[in-house]
């Protein structure tokens, strides 16, 4: 890193910054994804039951009744809050890939020019 230009040196240490974010958004949204498709599956079977049907749900620790109607409702819910956020994550790591894109080709443009000295 001796050699390497102080201005080069700082978008390295900003390039490394953005893949970290990068990699938290990627792992956020993996975690969303899974938790979206639960939610889906979940939602694709509740909607399968009659009406009258006996559903139970978690609550912390607790496991309790509920209606099928109230639990759809929930899930509903769920899915859409799971897609905004996921739609969310989505616009991040867009940005992050589009600021990595644009700082490789600074510090590759910074690197061709010859060192004053």
Do not use: C, H, W
Not at 5 to 23: D, H, R
Not at 32 to 48: D, G, P
Request: proline fraction near 3%.
């Amino acid at each position: 890193m001796q050699n390497i230009p102080p201005q080069v040196q700082a978008m390295l240490g900003q390039f490394e910054g953005y893949q970290q974010q990068l990699q938290l958004v990627v792992q956020q949204k993996g975690k969303v994804q899974a938790e979206l498709t639960e939610a889906k599956k979940a939602l694709e079977e509740i909607e399968k039951l009659p009406d009258d049907a006996v559903i139970y749900k978690t609550v912390g620790t607790l496991i309790v009744k509920t209606e099928k109607e109230k639990a759809v409702q929930e899930l509903k819910e769920k899915v859409e809050t799971l897609e905004v956020r996921l739609n969310a994550l989505e616009r991040q790591e867009k940005k992050l890939n589009e600021k990595l894109k644009e700082l490789t080709a600074q510090i590759q443009s910074a690197l061709r020019q010859p060192v004053a000295g």
